[in-house]
């Protein structure tokens, strides 16, 4: 067991053979360590799925384009939207989650450690099934490939007499073993943030992301499980001679639509409310505020994660529901909109009267002030189910949905890498670096995301390998495409910069931000004990009270 | 100018979704302005000066007042909208059907439209003609939406919105065109492959056009003695399996219905134009127009090809 700070190559403990210090991470229980391989896999899996979205922006760029088949460019969105959801957004939220939940609480590690690096494996094992399926899925009837079916795999397309071969059968177990990954996760934060926080630390005084990864772990336990059941219906379906979703014996395919929204959407929820506890952390430090209205947060938050559990069905408003169940679900996903919305109100709150430092964690920050604006509105049109009866299943709900995962999580998750690099690693990253990413990214995703709403309200349907000319499509699908290449330069310079930091970056001391929650209060990188004493909180800001003994929070809160 | 621009309806039920979205908008771009500015003076007017004292701002904790305000206005804002959206779900879903009504069977395939018009005995594919509607003496036509195999979505954005087509789980639609003319559209939910090309193409045509093209539509193929040979080819390959043609002994329902085929500006549910040209390469290949589509190459040679297509472009 070592006592050692992690072992970073270039460090001190170099001298140990790399075959042990290799050891040392495979065999890891230390959350620390455990929230990095979350991080690096993730983002080797973003760039995997960033590739997949360049060849079909390729092939879509003008109408007719021969550059793939429609063999593959069917695989391309379905390997791209199945590898960003379960192997690029949820593995960073737990792999943040991992690193941050003990230093934030005041804890020396997750409540289980083990399960923590099962939990890892078996998620990380499920990216790799996937992708083997390029290869392995060629059975008996010489079909198969990657899978093709879509990321939300309806059926009856998922059946046998539909897809033969084993691809279908590579997406649903890959998913079904990162289930078990994810659950093994989310019992640990549940379990971790309600027993493990130190002295002094009421559940009414830890920081809002302990709170909102806490509702997301819950949310994580309700929703996998339909999801793990309907895959585990379909295998029946496939090998078994069962029938669920079998609509020429009988079966059902909108239930596997149920099944499969009943985990979907809270799922965007779990990946975005994560997003939302970075902006808590990055807007108060950079506007040198307390969060405004930290027990409506907490309440928003809670109310969200009720909620989403109601508004599945606003993915299927048009598969035949009656008028009642469609009025019902449009109710209850604009009622979402008011938790969510306020949010946003909340943290401009927290920026006026402040004093705004436009470091690149804040930059991002702002950047997802205004797109995850404009990402509620259009999917405030996307519930008016009428509305949603043209818009639905076209472009428009592509760049809605990206405006929120690009725009909204994956910004709030660049400020995240900003702002806590320099704990995990002990180096600050380059602020020229930073900005020439932030810059570089936006433009690209405005222009992608920004007119490809406008292909949707012209008519175009989502998932088709080509189109014709002449629908007013041609001229928007271009501009779409060429945006990709600034956001590709952005996350290239991003890559860059976390390497060339890591050497060359200025060394950040254990709180370069000046920020106010435990994690800041150990040194940087922490040691794998995480605090030398476990400390005693008397307010939501630990280190505000220590640097403002005259005028501390806990008088106030 | 875009011919499936879902902001120039042309038949009610997009007409009432065209209504209920202005004022969706509306109330969109109203919260968009008001809260963007509210960001961008935020980040002007509160940025930290290079003059700044080091000091840190007053800490606000909170304010009951502007956050119950910021809470209720949202909550009415949610209700208006509410009750908008959930008068046009019953208008549009439950519409009253005048005896006049046109019945017509949508039965999706991978990758092709089947239309029957049960009352009036009429079997088509790929090419939907329905009358114009006079709002004064409505005749709207009614869409019974089936499948034969995976979901599809029937969607012409200026008639409709979508509506999918889900095996052992029947919908219907219905639209009213106030206006003669083609309308387009496309397969709206990924049904295989060739979902891409699986086009719609919708002619409003008047009345009396419309009676006229139901006549001919019901007339069984004309024989005729100068195409026997490719009939022969086509009737003694496995054509028939798939494709019918009234009169004759091709009753296969796989695929389209082919009795009427030169009756329609385009082959392959819209993926290439009803020329000779693309009849025959189709004939002789379908992977060169739609690959993955569920047609075989029937490995015929060319004299045989020419003879079918010959024949094919006989069945008028």
């Known amino acids: 067991m070592s006592t050692d700070s992690i072992a970073w190559p270039g460090s001190e403990s170099h001298s140990r053979a790399f075959v042990d210090q290799l050891h040392e991470w495979i065999a890891t229980v230390d959350h620390k360590r455990l929230g990095i391989m979350y991080i690096v896999y993730a983002l080797v899996f973003l760039v995997i799925g960033g590739v997949e979205a360049m060849v079909m922006r390729i092939q879509l760029i003008r109408p007719h384009n021969d550059f793939v088949s429609p063999q593959v460019f069917n695989r391309m969105f379905t390997l791209h939207g199945t590898t960003m959801i379960f192997f690029v957004a949820m593995p960073i939220v737990f792999g943040f989650g991992n690193y941050l939940l003990p230093l934030m609480i005041g804890a020396r590690d997750m409540a289980f450690p083990r399960l923590n690096a099962f939990s890892f494996w078996l998620s990380a094992f499920g990216g790799f099934l996937l992708y083997f399926s390029v290869l392995g899925a060629n059975g008996l009837y010489g079909a198969g490939n990657a899978p093709d079916v879509g990321w939300f795999a309806y059926a009856p397309l998922t059946s046998l007499a539909f897809s033969p071969g084993h691809s279908t059968d590579y997406w649903t177990l890959s998913l079904l073993v990162s289930g078990f990954g994810s659950i093994g996760t989310a019992i640990n934060i549940v379990a971790t943030i309600l027993c493990m926080r130190c002295p002094g630390m009421t559940l009414g005084k830890m920081p809002l992301l302990a709170w909102m990864n806490l509702v997301m772990g819950g949310m994580v336990l309700l929703a996998v499980s339909p999801l793990t059941a309907a895959q585990i219906m379909l295998m029946i379906d496939r090998y078994l001679g069962g029938h669920f979703f079998d609509t020429q014996a009988g079966g059902s395919a909108v239930i596997w639509m149920h099944f499969f929204w009943i985990f979907g959407h809270p799922e965007v929820y779990i990946l975005i409310i994560p997003?939302?506890?970075?902006?808590?952390?990055?807007i108060p430090v950079f506007s040198r505020k307390a969060m405004f209205g930290y027990p409506i947060m907490v309440a928003a938050t809670i109310s969200i994660g009720f909620l989403a559990m109601s508004v599945w069905a606003h993915h299927m408003f048009t598969v035949g529901m009656s008028s009642n169940a469609n009025t019902f679900f449009v109710l209850s996903t604009m009622a979402i909109s008011v938790p969510t919305g306020i949010k946003i109100f909340n943290w401009l709150a927290t920026m006026w009267g402040g004093k705004i430092l436009f470091k690149t964690p804040m930059l991002f920050a702002i950047g997802f002030l205004f797109q995850f604006l404009i990402a509620g509105?259009?999917?405030i049109m996307l519930a008016s189910a009428p509305f949603d009866w043209q818009l639905g299943n076209s472009y428009f709900v592509v760049a809605h949905f990206h405006y929120v995962i690009v725009?909204?999580?994956?910004f709030a998750l660049f400020g995240a890498f900003y702002y806590w690099y320099p704990k995990m690693s002990g180096k600050m990253c380059s602020e020229t670096l930073g900005r020439w990413h932030f810059w570089l990214f936006l433009i690209g995703f405005h222009l992608t995301f920004?007119?490809?709403?406008?292909?949707?309200?012209?008519g175009m349907p989502r998932r088709i390998y080509t189109y014709e000319p002449g629908r007013g499509w041609d001229s928007w699908n271009l501009i779409v495409t060429v945006g990709v290449v600034f956001q590709s330069l952005g996350v290239l310079v991003?890559?860059?910069?976390?390497?060339?930091?890591?050497?060359?970056?200025?060394i950040a001391g254990s709180d370069p931000w000046d920020a106010w929650t435990l994690e800041w209060s150990t040194s940087s990188p922490p040691p794998a004990y995480n605090f030398v004493a476990i400390p005693a909180v008397l307010s939501r800001r630990p280190l505000w009270d220590l640097k403002h003994p005259d005028d501390p929070d806990w008088k106030y809160e | 100018m875009s011919p499936t621009n879902i902001f120039a309806p042309a038949s009610t039920p997009a007409d009432s979704i065209f209504g209920l979205s202005l004022f969706v908008l509306a109330v969109s771009a109203a919260i968009f302005v008001l809260v963007v500015t509210l960001l961008a003076y935020c980040v002007i007017k509160f940025r930290k000066r290079p003059d700044d004292d080091g000091r840190e701002p007053p800490q606000v904790y909170g304010s009951n007042q502007v956050e119950l305000a910021w809470t209720v206005i949202p909550v009415l804002i949610v209700v208006a909208l509410f009750m908008a959206t959930a008068r046009v779900i019953a208008t549009v879903q439950n519409p009253?059907?005048?005896?006049?009504?046109?019945?017509v069977i949508a039965i999706g395939h991978q990758f092709w439209w089947e239309y029957r018009y049960p009352g009036l005995k009429v079997v088509t594919a790929n090419e939907l003609h329905v009358p114009v509607s006079d709002p004064a003496h409505p005749t709207p036509t009614h869409i019974e939406l089936l499948s034969a195999d995976t979901d599809h979505s029937f969607w012409?954005?200026?008639?409709?919105?979508?509506?999918?087509?889900i095996p052992n789980h029947p919908n219907s639609t219905w639209i009213d065109p106030h206006e003669t003319g083609l309308y387009l559209g496309q397969c709206a939910q990924y049904c295989g492959t060739q979902h891409a090309k699986m086009l719609l193409r919708v002619y409003v045509q008047s009345q009396e056009d419309f009676d006229r093209w139901i006549q001919q539509q019901r007339q069984p193929a004309q024989p005729s003695t100068v195409v026997a040979e490719g009939q022969h080819i086509f009737e003694t390959t496995a054509c028939i399996n798939c494709h019918a043609v009234a009169g004759t002994v091709a009753d296969g329902r796989f695929g389209p219905d082919l009795t009427h085929l030169m009756s329609r500006d385009t082959i392959a549910a819209g993926a290439a134009p009803n020329d000779h040209e693309h009849l025959r390469r189709w004939i002789e290949n379908p992977e060169t127009i739609k690959p993955g589509s569920l047609m075989p190459a029937m490995q015929l040679n060319d004299r045989d090809i020419d003879r079918v297509t010959a024949y094919l472009e006989t069945l008028r």
Do not use: C
């Not at chain 1, 920004?450 to 012209?458: R, S, T, Y």
């Open chain 1, 275 to 282: 997003a939302f506890a970075f902006i808590s952390e990055i």
């Open chain 1, 377 to 379: 509105l259009t999917g």
């Open chain 1, 407 to 410: 725009g909204g999580i994956l």
């Open chain 1, 450 to 458: 920004d007119f490809m709403h406008i292909p949707g309200l012209l």
């Open chain 1, 494 to 506: 991003f890559v860059y910069n976390l390497l060339w930091s890591y050497f060359r970056g200025e």
């Open chain 2, 96 to 103: 009253a059907q005048p005896s006049s009504t046109i019945e």
């Open chain 2, 156 to 165: 012409v954005p200026r008639l409709a919105g979508k509506t999918d087509l």
